[in-house]
């Protein structure tokens, strides 16, 4: 079982930037051979008010990233030192990147799981 963490997200100005951080715990991500509960990729997607979830940026154990094309420039995923967690730094944000992130994982045995949460409200 997979539990994910998410923290950092906030109140900022447009224009500014934040840095999300998912920690997983119960398994491990990583692309050697190991369990079927072992993860195979990590990212963030976001939900705001009335709006269906939407991808933003995932990657994998390897370290190949995707992003969505409304974000592809602005945001940044990557590893942090701790290869559990996954960072999701944004830059250059606006009104219309105010939503609900969620962390979300995807295991060697397809199974997916998902965080709690961060709100990011960008606003002036």
């Known amino acids: 079982q997979v539990q994910l963490v998410e923290s950092g997200g906030g109140l900022v100005l447009p224009g500014g930037q934040l840095r999300l951080s998912c920690a997983a715990s119960g398994s491990s991500f990583s692309c050697n051979a190991g369990?079927?509960?072992?993860?195979?990729?990590m990212g963030w997607y976001r939900q705001a008010p009335g709006k269906e979830r939407e991808l933003v940026a995932t990657?994998?154990?390897?370290?190949?990233?995707n992003y969505a094309d409304s974000i592809q420039g602005r945001f940044t995923i990557s590893r942090d030192s701790a290869e559990n967690t996954v960072l999701l730094q944004m830059n250059s944000l606006t009104p219309e990147d105010t939503a609900v992130y969620y962390c979300?994982?995807?295991?060697?045995?397809?199974?997916?799981?998902w965080g709690r949460g961060t709100q990011v409200t960008v606003s002036s």
């Open positions: 979300n994982a995807l295991t060697r045995n397809r199974n997916e799981f």
């Open positions: 369990s079927t509960f072992t993860i195979l990729s």
């Open positions: 990657i994998t154990c390897y370290s190949r990233t």
